[in-house]
Nanobody, 122 residues
Framework: QVQLVESGGGLVQPGGSLRLSCAAS????????MGWYRQVPGKQRELVAA???????MYADSVKGRFTISRDNAKNTVYLQMNSLKPEDTAVYYC????????????????WGQGTQVTVSS
């Protein structure tokens, strides 16, 4: 089993910054991709950014140049630095692990955090 715990959401004014963190715990040997998704009511969850175990990154076009994803493999933690925030960035942000290998050699697939609210408003 893999557990994901997010932190760092909150209320920020337009143009401000926030940093989200997501720590994975459990009997983890390695994690493939770690990512951030977001969802607003009535819309599908969308990918914001993702990072591989080898630090390759991908971003949604809407956040390129403003958001930066990073990870600490030793801590099984992924971060999302969000700068120049806009009201349209308001959403619940979810951390995701696509697959992980446990210390028993078992593959675990598709884990999600509980979500953290980000509100961008003046």
């Amino acid at each position: 089993q893999v557990q994901l715990v997010e932190s760092g959401g909150g209320l920020v004014q337009p143009g401000g910054s926030l940093r989200l963190s997501c720590a994975a715990s459990g009997s983890i040997f390695s994690i493939n991709y770690m990512g951030w998704y977001r969802q607003v009511p009535g819309k599908q969850r969308e990918l914001v950014a993702a990072i591989s175990s080898g630090y390759s990154t991908m971003y949604a076009d809407s956040v390129k140049g403003r958001f930066t994803i990073s990870r600490d493999n030793a801590k099984n933690t992924v971060y999302l630095q969000m700068n120049s925030l806009k009201p349209e960035d308001t959403a619940v942000y979810y951390c995701n692990v696509d697959w992980a290998v446990t210390t028993d050699g078992v593959y675990e697939y598709d884990y999600w955090g509980q979500g953290t609210q980000v509100t961008v408003s003046s």
